[in-house]
């Protein structure tokens, strides 16, 4: 897992609540990326920045918000507008200098609504 | 639309016997591929790459996997397969332009048997 680190690892919510997901790289990387994965689907880009204080939505982004005010730190915020936050929630950053540069991932944090 | 197909959801082998997971993929122009692993409940690793020149691509852990553009694919092999190599393996493309998005293939379960 790299340089990347996910916390916390398991993250219990209940309807109604937000809930902000941590990730922190300490690779030097510009480019961070959140995926959802869910059972038999892959994994779906929710958002991604590839530098600090810009970022951009990624194919499921409703639901969700981000913010990039350090180079290290990529945090993810579920809102209680994500119909079905339950899933597992990983982070990757990566060395942007070139674009088949790949994409370091972080150990994950599996959200569960109640 | 960009998509990555991954054929079969799970592969079973014999431990010492080769094994193939099967990747196809649909990018326009010519995309970079990767072979990432998945353990349970872990973050992706990254296996191995293809970018251009010579088809057959050699990675980590004695996997390597064979590019052929006539067929679209990237099947990813071993000669001798270990009960340690059983885990979630995921096939991505991404375009070689600009930002890197990858688009993943569904995942295959790789079982191999002792």
């Known amino acids: 897992d790299g340089g990347i680190t996910q916390s916390p690892k398991y993250l219990f919510r209940k309807e109604g609540q937000n809930v902000t997901l941590s990730c922190e790289q300490n690779l030097n990387h510009d480019a961070m990326y959140w995926y959802r994965q869910d059972p038999g689907q892959g994994l779906r880009l929710i958002y991604y920045s590839q530098i600090v204080n810009d970022f951009q939505k990624g194919d499921i982004a409703e639901g969700y918000s981000v913010s990039r005010e350090k180079k290290e730190s990529f945090p993810l915020t579920v809102t209680s507008a994500q119909k079905n936050p339950t899933a597992f929630y990983l982070c990757a950053s990566r060395n942007k200098g070139s674009s088949y540069n790949e994409q370091f991932f972080g150990p994950g944090t599996r959200l569960t609504v109640l | 639309a960009q998509s990555v197909a991954q054929p079969e959801d799970q592969v079973n082998v014999a431990e010492g016997n080769p094994l193939t997971v099967k990747c196809t993929y649909s990018v326009s122009g010519n995309p970079y591929l990767f072979w990432y692993v998945q353990y349970p409940n872990r973050g992706l690793q990254f296996l191995l790459k293809?970018?251009?020149?010579?088809?057959l691509v050699k990675g980590s852990y004695g996997f390597e996997a064979e590019f052929n553009k006539s067929q679209t694919s990237f099947h990813l092999k071993k000669p001798s397969a270990l009960v340690s190599d059983s885990a979630l393996y995921f096939c991505a493309a991404a375009m070689n332009t600009g930002f890197q998005k990858l688009v993943f293939g569904t995942g295959t379960r790789l079982l191999v048997s002792p």
């Open positions: 293809y970018i251009t020149g010579d088809n």
